[in-house]
């Protein structure tokens, strides 16, 4: 089986630049996670959907963070406009709705370095 | 709302010796358990999980982990770490009904392994 899939897996951009993150979920999971992983701290999750609807966005810094998943199946994440302080690697990761409690599969996950 | 605990930043152990990596978690009920690997730049591996049954269970790589209610923990072990194993450990916990889980992870242990 494919594993969750992520681009791109480096970025670097000024501060008040915008970036995009892309997500492929494993086929079938309906459950997606976007997380940031700050150096030296464990993931913590931004938003998660079921299919194409948000169930949890509670963490996401909704001024400036966008996330969507048309169709329930490809993610994107967004970051307009960034701060030096988003310096971090986003994480995507799936699972099935009943799998969730099985654990999630993590994609390697973009670096992104803000300058 | 559940937290999880990982007392130490890093730690370093010789190779062909034992390992435990302590985690302590906070919740009312028992919650899903889980450790997770996470080598240098690369997702998380789910490692082992618990939420029913027999306090001690068997992972991949040779891990094992134990739950004691008692001292909410759920501590990491492995009985002959090899150089591979140096890598970042992280303890998650997931609690919720299926539309609501949510899965927190602790701030992470490194392992270093020296020969």
């Known amino acids: 089986e494919a594993g969750v899939a992520q681009s791109p897996r480096y970025k670097i951009i000024e501060k008040r630049q915008s970036v995009a993150f892309w997500c492929n979920p494993i086929?079938?999971?309906?459950?997606l996670y976007w997380y940031q992983q700050i150096l030296g701290q464990g993931p913590k999750l931004l938003i998660q959907f079921q299919n194409n609807g948000v169930v949890d966005d509670s963490q996401l810094p909704k001024d400036r963070f966008s996330a969507e998943r048309l169709k329930g199946v490809d993610s994107t994440l967004k970051i307009q406009p960034a701060k030096l302080e988003d310096s971090a690697v986003y994480l995507c990761?799936?699972?099935?709705?009943?799998?969730?409690?099985?654990?999630?599969?993590f994609g390697s996950g973009t670096r992104l370095t803000v300058v | 709302a559940q937290s999880v605990t990982q007392p130490d930043i890093h730690i370093t152990v010789s190779e062909g010796a034992s390992l435990e990596l302590r985690c302590n978690y906070s919740y009312g009920a028992t919650p899903y358990l889980f450790w997770y690997v996470q080598s240098p730049g690369q997702g998380l591996q789910l490692l082992l999980k618990y939420f029913s049954g027999d306090t001690l269970v068997q992972g991949i790589k040779g891990f094992e982990a134990e739950f004691k209610r008692s001292q909410s923990s759920f501590n990491l072990r492995k009985p002959s770490v090899h150089w591979s194993d140096a890598a970042e450990y992280f303890c998650?916990?997931?609690?919720?009904?299926?539309?609501?889980?949510?899965?927190?992870f602790g701030a992470g242990t490194r392992l270093f392994v020296k020969a």
């Open positions: 998650a916990v997931g609690a919720g009904n299926t539309g609501g889980f949510k899965t927190i």
């Open positions: 086929s079938g999971h309906a459950t």
């Open positions: 990761a799936s699972s099935s709705p009943k799998g969730k409690k099985d654990g999630y599969t």
